[in-house]
């Protein structure tokens, strides 16, 4: 995809859509309008367009930044997809070398580091886990919308990753987006311990 500068200048941009993604009408608009945004910003390496469906965020900014990247209605800049580094073993050795798994796994509320240790033993073939990688070990930033643009439908029995996976999703058709501060957010992971972590440790109680 090409964008225009405000001079008129083209940059080049690249941005992907699985085909199980519904987006709304939003979302275009908000992929250009923060990819122009953030263009000259080092520390952002990406724009994404999908998060979790959280309960009262009536109060949060309408984008939050978290450290890496994320796949699910994406774009970033040719000067970052340059950073893309294909070999997990180098990156998960970075991750651990530098004590940063607790981190990378985002304080432990997702299995990064486990997902890329299935793409070196060959279990899974992910390119988004090795993306998620590459910007982390670069210390980049990725622009997330606190209320999501996408729709995934892709948790049948057809996914590929993902296979009869129950999750909320309450996507709406736009968002004010206003530059904020490029730093980590800390009521994401409060609001994901709160509604998933816990249902989670129910479910494996039940089990």
């Avoid at 997902?115 to 070990?137: P, T």
């Amino acid at each position: 995809m090409k964008t225009f500068r405000k001079d008129g200048t083209k940059y080049t941009t690249n941005g992907v859509l699985n085909v199980d993604l519904i987006v709304s009408k939003g979302f275009l608009k908000y992929m250009n309008q923060a990819l122009s945004m953030y263009e000259d910003d080092s520390e952002v390496g990406c724009i994404h367009a999908w998060n979790y469906y959280f309960k009262n965020v009536e109060d949060c900014e309408s984008t939050f930044f978290l450290k890496g990247a994320d796949c699910w209605g994406w774009a970033t800049w040719k000067s970052s997809w340059k950073l893309f580094n294909s070999d997990a073993q180098f990156l998960l050795n970075q991750i651990v070398s530098n004590k940063q798994e607790f981190e990378f796994n985002r304080k432990n509320t997702h299995e990064f580091v486990q997902m890329l240790k299935d793409q070196i033993e060959g279990k899974v073939n992910s390119w988004a886990i090795r993306w998620h990688a590459s910007l982390f070990c670069n210390n980049k930033y990725c622009l997330h919308p606190t209320i999501s643009l996408v729709k995934n439908i892709g948790f049948d029995d057809l996914g590929t990753h993902t296979i009869n996976l129950e999750l909320d999703q309450n996507p709406i058709d736009e968002i004010n987006l206003t530059k904020i501060k490029i730093e980590e957010s800390t009521w994401f992971f409060k609001k994901y311990i709160e509604q998933h972590t816990k249902k989670s440790l129910w479910k494996k109680i039940i089990l």
